[in-house]
């Protein structure tokens, strides 16, 4: 719980630069290869998979473009968040001591989660306008093994982190 963490200001490194511009580098990529595409889409498209990787709904394809306002939102949220780490929940207490370096380790985790969304809500549309290229569907059960790694595995890595600098 928040315990009223210190409030102290953080300076980006290159390392944190460098993640937020591969961040928007795919949203801005994701976008523009909706864009290219859009037009040459048919009115239904599939929207959904089943395990096996096959199509198993469909909607408009006005569908890609909620998708990534969505995608969007979530990483422009998490960039925003990333400026009052003294609000996030820790696992462990936060004193003036540790606070710059959890809160470095904590502003990390979060550009890492952010490039995994941009990531995962690029990869859709690209798969959706696959499927509809090839007529076939190249998703599988790795695929949604692979996401979750992506998101689950810098949490993993952080929390060793974070109990590491205590």
């Known amino acids: ?6 409030q102290i200001p953080l300076h980006l490194s290159l390392v944190d630069k460098i993640l937020i511009g591969v961040g928007v580098a795919i949203i801005v990529a994701t976008w ?5 595409m859009y037009h040459q889409l048919p009115d239904t498209v599939p929207t ?5 990787g096959e199509v198993d709904g469909y909607g408009g ?4 473009i ?3 306002v969505v ?8 960039h925003v968040l990333n400026k009052f780490p003294h609000i996030f929940n820790y696992p462990i207490k936060i004193t003036p001591e540790n606070a710059t370096i959890q809160y470095q380790l904590a502003t990390r985790l979060m ?3 952010a490039i995994s969304i941009a990531l995962i809500f690029g990869f859709i549309p690209f798969e959706i306008l696959q499927s509809i290229e090839n007529e076939k569907s190249t998703l599988s059960a790795i695929w949604l093994f692979l996401f979750l790694m992506l998101v689950f595995a810098p949490l993993v ?3 060793f982190q974070a109990r590491k600098h205590k």
């Open 61 to 64: 394809k006005s569908t890609l």
């Open 71 to 78: 995608a969007t939102v979530l990483f422009v949220g998490l």
């Open 66 to 68: 909620v998708l990534q």
């Open 32 to 36: 523009v290869y909706i864009g290219w």
């Open 48 to 52: 959904h998979y089943n395990f096996k």
């Open 157 to 159: 890595v952080y929390f």
């Open 1 to 6: 719980m928040n315990e009223h963490h210190p």
């Open 111 to 113: 550009r890492f989660e």
